[in-house]
């Protein structure tokens, strides 16, 4: 079972909260038990599991982030100019998977599955894919 | 096969080796191939993978993690104040795979399975699922 | 199916492309679908999925990444003097999972799987497992 969802992000860098959507498809798969993997089909932009209640973790996210791997940087060669959101990618990962028990996604209380756009805004797409077992 | 298992941290950032716990359990399963996911159920305590030999190396990732995401941040929104701990825990990863191979964890020499606390002390748990295959 | 694949690093830190011995081996093992997983049997080398185009980002990628985390740093306990590339190897992952739909690894048109070297250069190893489904 798996599909590729696509998806618009409005900012430069944002985290979208996905975890709905893969949550809606997979109550229609029906399947109980195995993992779950959600695949970024980019370089510039991850997937990470994160906090789900304040935005402001993501604005902090995001910002701290960009401090670390600094849009701007005078060694960069890369000509696209995007190597930070490389970086980015890299550091969350382009993809996670998480475990599916009795019907549900295993995630904390306070833990959502966040695409990470980091050089948009894009039109991007995700895959996603289940292992029964 | 799937397990959640408990512990409790006792320093602010800590990495508890949990490989020994893992392999138990793993035992008792009788299950020879395959993958192992380890998945810590917070979001500010995430799974990594590295050196299980010199505890040094500890003291230093968990110190050098602090020096690129400091605890303290004038521009930090979140009012819990841990905006430091989430972007650890996306960076080292909220969950880990490891292959099993006629028996065993396919780690190397020097390879240990770790939770990473990063904003203790505190009662943590992660969960552990085997797929078969 | 799985199968531990070796190579020899020549730098001290290195991107090593291993998406076409993969792909390889995995069209000699006739499976259409399930999840691959390729994992660094190390504590200094990890793997990531990232850009295979411009040869210029792995360039800014490594440079980047040393500045986060520089080789030297004074407060250093570890005597292996390699600190450095264990929080390199915790950032990128120490192993990776790709979806495989159709016989075919889902990554993007620009999506490569690279073996990193961040202690070299050394003789290295890494494990690929497929799980059907």
Redesign the interface.
């Known amino acids: 079972m798996?599909k590729t969802f696509s998806l618009r992000t409005n900012s430069h860098d944002q985290m979208v909260d996905i975890t709905p959507k893969i949550q809606h498809w997979l109550l229609e798969q029906k399947i109980n038990?195995?993992?779950v993997?959600v695949?970024?089909?980019?370089?510039t932009a991850g997937i990470?599991?994160?906090?789900n209640a304040?935005p402001?973790?993501k604005?902090?996210?995001l910002?701290?982030?960009d401090e670390?791997?600094p849009w701007e940087?005078t060694?960069?060669?890369?000509?696209?100019g995007n190597?930070?959101a490389?970086?980015k990618?890299?550091?969350?990962?382009?993809?996670?998977?998480?475990?599916l028990?009795k019907g549900r996604l295993?995630?904390?209380t306070?833990?959502g599955i966040y695409f990470c756009e980091f050089d948009g805004p894009r039109n991007r797409s995700y895959?996603v894919?289940v292992?029964?077992?």
């Open positions: 798996e038990n195995g993992i993997i695949s970024s089909m980019h370089t990470t599991v994160n906090e304040d402001d973790v604005t902090d996210f910002r701290r982030l670390v791997y940087h060694k960069d060669l890369h000509m696209e190597t930070a490389h970086l990618t890299s550091t969350v990962g382009h993809a996670q998977m998480i475990i028990s295993m995630l904390g306070w833990q895959h894919k292992i029964e077992g």
